[in-house]
């Protein structure tokens, strides 16, 4: 999930693709300034509302699977937001035993 994202689920683009002849940069630009502007931030910015429309549309996700995956999210920023305001030695300290632990596990299970 992107840090970014401030409110709902983000998205991301997808790998699925048109293939077409190679264009130079250059000539990209050149073609695309012409048929149509840059978009600004705020048309390219979906809000929460549009993004659920997205995850309902073309996941066929349910409004329970939507919310069970917003309050994830938002657990998720808020262990991001705490975890900047620490001290970075206590920050450091704590990923040491998180590996520690994860290697303890690993080597148990051989």
């Known amino acids: 999930d992107h840090p970014d994202t401030k409110k709902g689920l983000s998205l991301s683009i997808g790998w699925d693709y048109a293939e077409r002849d ?7 630009e050149d073609d695309r300034e012409q048929c149509q502007p840059r978009r600004s931030y705020q048309e390219l910015k979906l809000t929460p509302r549009m993004k659920r429309r997205v995850m309902k549309r073309d996941f066929g996700m349910s409004r329970d699977e939507i919310e069970k995956a917003e309050r994830r999210v938002e657990r998720q920023r808020r262990r991001r937001e705490r975890r900047t305001k620490r001290h970075p030695l206590v920050v450091r300290t704590e990923d040491a035993l998180r590996s520690a632990t994860r290697k303890m596990k690993s080597i148990s299970v051989v």
Do not use: I, Q, R
Request: aromatic share 14%; net charge negative; hydrophobic share 45%.
């Open 22 to 28: 190679a264009v130079s940069l250059d000539e990209y």
